[in-house]
């Protein structure tokens, strides 16, 4: 398995191209499943987990065809066309390497009346059920039946009439799946609580695109009037608001000064509030944010929370920088419960974080020290990276493949602004 070695110490400056969102491209892709004509997505990045939903895609029945795939291209342009479904089953095998397989769940009831999905099984950062999910689905008239550790749910007739959706607590992936089900129900449906986070807005304007009726977009409340049939579209997926937060909190610990090339300082606000708060210049050109550190860090409190609020994606790569923070910072995660993965492998380089319950002491330190660690999840693997920007000597990230799951060409993009970093096989 591939390693990422760095050698710490080198203060980063330069451009960083911010890629397409994960998260955004998770969510637009299973909305072709809604109509029988192609959707082109564009700026779609090139990761692991974009290649693995388009796999699902194709065991379902539909093509997808890329351009831009040479691999110096950004931005990949992939169109899905479902023509016609030729199963409406997720597997688990797919389902239990990406939660993400969730999100057809919606689209195929909208779009074939039933829906087969596996349940996701465990995860890394917490329990993460499915529960909100099949709620939404019942509340818009769909009847739901668990067996043999699989979800089945059916619309009754073949259309879900559609209905009042009530969340009791936020969840991205459940409201994504309540309004890819809702566009082609029978009737009007309300989804109240829902989650506002940018990739939702993004992924009702491509609805829109396609022809649905939504309204109260970007708020807690979302009304959509269900359509008989959605059309192709094209739509460009919105750029990623984490990745652009994690290479803001690279240069940070660095001391560093990095322009974040197309990122939209809009969709990260608590980010940039985070990062002024440690002390950290953030300056927003147009369709670009300038991050520079010059002094030390300061000690911040922090808590995860849904969007607008400061995002759980992004703790862990704070937890790294505040490690270099002249002083004690305290990270609460609201969240997840099993969140903190990265704390002992950060301890290993030197951090000193002391976690209670939900909470995390992060007292700052002089210096990490580079040593081989590895971590379970994406965010995680990331703030082990960061820490290994500014550590002394030499780092060695393991588990590869978390990152390749959610950052586009890490190594090539740190290196561009004088990161000593490399990819080495294991050969
Ligand atoms: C999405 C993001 C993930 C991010 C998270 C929170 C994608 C592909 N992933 O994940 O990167 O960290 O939002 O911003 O977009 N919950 C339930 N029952 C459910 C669903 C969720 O109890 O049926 C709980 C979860 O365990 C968690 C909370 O609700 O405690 C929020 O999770 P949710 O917003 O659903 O996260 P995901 O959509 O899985």
């Known amino acids: ?191 109240e609580n829902a989650a506002r986070e940018p990739e939702i807005v993004d992924l009702c304007n491509c609805l829109v695109a396609m022809g649905a009726s939504i309204s109260g977009i970007g708020t807690e409340t979302l009304e959509i009037e269900g359509r008989d049939r959605l059309h192709g579209a094209t739509y460009a997926v919105m750029p990623d608001r984490i990745e652009a937060g994690s290479y803001a909190c690279a240069a940070a610990i660095t001391g560093g000064s990095v322009e974040l090339a197309g990122a939209e300082a809009n969709d990260m606000r608590a980010t940039i509030a985070a990062l002024v708060e440690a002390g950290v210049s953030v300056e927003e050109g147009k369709g670009s944010i300038k991050v520079s550190a010059d002094g030390p860090l300061r000690p911040i409190t922090l808590s995860t929370a849904p969007f607008p609020g400061f995002a759980t994606d992004m703790q862990a790569q704070f937890m790294a920088m505040l490690c270099k923070a002249d002083g004690a910072s305290v990270l609460t995660e609201t969240i997840f419960e099993n969140r903190y993965m990265h704390v002992p492998e950060l301890a290993r380089m030197g951090a000193d974080i002391t976690v209670t319950g939900r909470s995390a002491v992060v007292r700052g330190v002089a210096g990490l020290v580079g040593a081989q660690v590895m971590a379970t999840d994406l965010r995680a693997s990331m703030s082990l990276i960061i820490a290994g920007l500014a550590a002394e000597g030499e780092t060695q990230v393991s588990r590869v493949y978390h990152l390749d799951r959610g950052y586009e060409r890490l190594e090539e993009k740190l290196s561009a602004v004088g990161a000593d970093i490399e990819r080495i096989g294991d050969g």
Do not use: W
């Open 1 to 191: 398995m591939d390693r990422i070695l760095i050698r710490g110490g080198n203060r980063l400056q330069g451009r960083i191209f911010i890629s397409g969102a994960k998260n955004a491209a998770l969510t637009l892709m299973p909305c072709a499943l809604l109509t029988d004509e192609p959707l082109t997505l564009r700026n779609l990045p090139r990761l692991a987990d974009v290649d693995s939903f388009g796999h699902l895609l194709n065991q379902l029945g539909a093509s997808t065809a890329i351009e831009g795939s040479r691999p110096e291209d950004f931005g990949r342009v992939m169109t899905i066309r479902a023509g016609r479904l030729t199963s409406t089953e997720a597997p688990y095998d797919i389902v239990r390497k990406m939660r993400a397989s969730i999100l057809v769940l919606g689209p195929l009831i909208g779009r074939a009346g039933e829906a087969t999905v596996s349940l996701p099984g465990g995860c890394a950062i917490g329990n993460r059920p499915i529960d909100l999910h099949l709620k939404a689905m019942e509340a818009m008239g769909a009847e739901i039946e668990l067996a043999a550790g699989y979800v089945k749910a059916v619309a009754p007739g073949g259309r879900l009439p559609g209905g009042r959706v009530s969340f009791p607590v936020v969840s991205v992936g459940a409201t994504e799946n309540a309004l890819m089900a809702a566009v082609t129900a029978r009737g009007g449906t309300v989804i």
